[in-house]
C-alpha cells in the first residue's frame, strides 16, 4: 500500500509511504532534477516527515525520470549568489541532515548525479545506481568547488587519490566504474533498479529498529575519531542495545527459530 503525503505540501518533490519504506523523489524532470533553494528546503522537510512516522523504517531518495538523478545546483540561482552567501548553511546543511537521519537511507541512482546530485547520493548510507547513469563532480569546470560535502564525503568513500582525480578533472564515470570503486553498492540494469532497492530495504527492515539507529551513530559519529574513543561509543552503544526489549526478542526468536518481532524499544 502506497500512501502520499498530503500534510506538506510539496512543489518540488513526490512524498510517498510504500510497505514501510519513505520515499523522497525530486520531481523537476524538466529541469533535469536541480537543486534549487527550494527543493533543498523540501528535501528537509521531507526528511522529517519520514523521520517522525513509525511506519517508516527506511528511506529512499531518488528522482522522476531516467534521465537525471538530479544535475546539482540552479546554475541561474548559483551565478547570482554572493561571497558571504557561500557561508550559510545551505547545501551542505540540507546533505548533512540527510547523513545523520536516525533512519537508514539510499539513494536510488536512476540518472546523471552531477555536482550537487553526486553529493546529495553520497549523504545517503547506500547507493544502488542504473547502469545507464554518470556520476562526478564537475564543478571546476564553473570556478568552484564541490561544496555540498563532496570534497570530504567522496574522499571518505573512494580514497583521497580517487577523490582527487575525479574532482581536479571533473571525470563522470559510469555505474560500473561507481561500482568497481565503491562509490556505490550496485550498479543494476534500470529495469531492476526499484528492485534492487526494494530488496536492499527489505533486508534492513527486518533488523532490529533501535540497533540500527545505534550502528548508524556509532559510524557516522565514530569514524573521524580515535580508534579508542570510537570503541568506547561502540561499547556504550552496545551498553544501551543490550537493555531493549528487541535484544531480548531477536536473541529469544534466534533460539526459537522463528522471525522476531521488534517493538523498537
Given at each position: 500500500?502506497?500512501?502520499?503525503?498530503?500534510?506538506?505540501?510539496?512543489?518540488?518533490?513526490?512524498?510517498?509511504?510504500?510497505?514501510?519504506?519513505?520515499?523522497?523523489?525530486?520531481?523537476?524532470?524538466?529541469?533535469?532534477?536541480?537543486?534549487?533553494?527550494?527543493?533543498?528546503?523540501?528535501?528537509?522537510?521531507?526528511?522529517?516527515?519520514?523521520?517522525?512516522?513509525?511506519?517508516?523504517?527506511?528511506?529512499?531518495?531518488?528522482?522522476?525520470?531516467?534521465?537525471?538523478?538530479?544535475?546539482?545546483?540552479?546554475?541561474?540561482?548559483?551565478?547570482?549568489?554572493?561571497?558571504?552567501?557561500?557561508?550559510?548553511?545551505?547545501?551542505?546543511?540540507t546533505f548533512r541532515k540527510i547523513e545523520l537521519c536516525s533512519k537508514p537511507t539510499i539513494?536510488?541512482?536512476?540518472?546523471?548525479?552531477?555536482?550537487?546530485?553526486?553529493?546529495?547520493?553520497?549523504?545517503?548510507?547506500?547507493?544502488?545506481?542504473?547502469?545507464?547513469?554518470?556520476?562526478?563532480?564537475?564543478?571546476?569546470?564553473?570556478?568552484?568547488?564541490?561544496?555540498?560535502?563532496?570534497?570530504?564525503?567522496?574522499?571518505?568513500?573512494?580514497?583521497k587519490g580517487r577523490a582527487l582525480e575525479m574532482i581536479l578533472t571533473g571525470t563522470l564515470?559510469?555505474?560500473?566504474?561507481?561500482?568497481?570503486?565503491?562509490?556505490?553498492?550496485?550498479?543494476?540494469?534500470?529495469?531492476?533498479?526499484?528492485?534492487?532497492?526494494?530488496?536492499?530495504?527489505?533486508?534492513?527492515?527486518?533488523?532490529?529498529?533501535?540497533a540500527i539507529r545505534l550502528a548508524k551513530m556509532v559510524i557516522n559519529r565514530g569514524y573521524?575519531?580515535?580508534?579508542?574513543?570510537?570503541?568506547?561509543?561502540?561499547?556504550?552503544?552496545?551498553?544501551?542495545?543490550?537493555?531493549?526489549?528487541?535484544?531480548?526478542?531477536?536473541?529469544?526468536?534466534?533460539?526459537?527459530?522463528?522471525?522476531?518481532?521488534?517493538?523498537?524499544?
Open positions: 500500500m502506497t500512501t502520499t503525503s498530503h500534510e506538506i505540501p510539496f512543489q518540488n518533490l513526490i512524498v510517498e509511504v510504500e510497505d514501510g519504506i519513505g520515499i523522497i523523489k525530486i520531481n523537476r524532470p524538466e529541469l533535469r532534477n536541480t537543486l534549487s533553494k527550494d527543493t533543498l528546503l523540501e528535501i528537509e522537510k521531507a526528511i522529517d516527515f519520514h523521520e517522525n512516522r513509525e511506519d517508516v523504517q527506511v528511506i529512499v531518495i531518488t528522482s522522476e525520470g531516467n534521465q537525471s538523478f538530479a544535475a546539482g545546483a540552479d546554475i541561474r540561482q548559483l551565478h547570482e549568489r554572493t561571497m558571504l552567501e557561500a557561508l550559510v548553511p545551505g547545501i551542505q546543511a539513494a536510488a541512482i536512476n540518472g546523471y548525479a552531477l555536482g550537487g546530485g553526486c553529493e546529495l547520493a553520497i549523504s545517503c548510507d547506500i547507493r544502488i545506481a542504473a547502469d545507464h547513469c554518470k556520476i562526478g563532480l564537475p564543478e571546476l569546470n564553473l570556478g568552484i568547488i564541490p561544496g555540498g560535502g563532496g570534497t570530504q564525503r567522496l574522499a571518505r568513500i573512494v580514497g564515470i559510469d555505474a560500473k566504474r561507481a561500482e568497481e570503486i565503491g562509490l556505490v553498492s550496485r550498479a543494476v540494469p534500470y529495469e531492476q533498479l526499484w528492485d534492487a532497492v526494494k530488496e536492499t530495504a527489505n533486508k534492513i527492515k527486518g533488523k532490529g529498529p533501535v573521524d575519531l580515535d580508534l579508542d574513543s570510537a570503541l568506547m561509543m561502540e561499547k556504550l552503544a552496545q551498553t544501551v542495545a543490550f537493555a531493549t526489549e528487541d535484544k531480548s526478542e531477536g536473541t529469544k526468536a534466534f533460539l526459537e527459530k522463528r522471525k522476531p518481532e521488534f517493538k523498537n524499544r
